[in-house]
């Protein structure tokens, strides 16, 4: 049973600092490219940060500078540093694997993240 699980989110002023975790299992996590997105209310899903084959890192432009992601293959699991948040930062993150080979993708069940003015 494949599950990513995050943790980290909560309620910071702006200016603040969260680091959002997404633990894997049942996949073969150096198999899976990972992903962060987020979803604010009333907004499409977007991306946020990538990790292509491990090495490739792609940030939105709006989060460039301010969100670092990484990922430590020995936990499975990915994390996404985000500093000097602001109140347009918040919205519901998710994280995303998605295999290499086959394209099949799981998704996360979310973590709220609310940045407070």
């Known amino acids: 049973q494949v599950q990513l699980v995050e943790s980290g989110g909560g309620l910071v002023q702006a200016g603040g600092s969260l680091r959002l975790s997404c633990a894997t299992s049942g996949i073969i996590f150096s198999l899976h490219d990972m992903g962060w997105y987020r979803q604010a209310p009333g907004k499409e899903r977007e991306l946020v940060a990538v990790i292509i084959s491990g090495t490739n890192y792609n940030y939105a432009d709006s989060v460039k500078g301010r969100f670092t992601m990484s990922r430590d293959n020995s936990k499975n699991t990915v994390f996404l540093q985000m500093n000097s948040l602001k109140p347009e930062d918040t919205a519901v993150y998710y994280c995303?694997?998605?295999?290499?080979?086959?394209?099949?993708?799981?998704w996360g069940q979310g973590t709220q993240v609310t940045v407070s003015s």
């Open positions: 995303k694997a998605e295999h290499r080979r086959s394209f099949q993708q799981y």
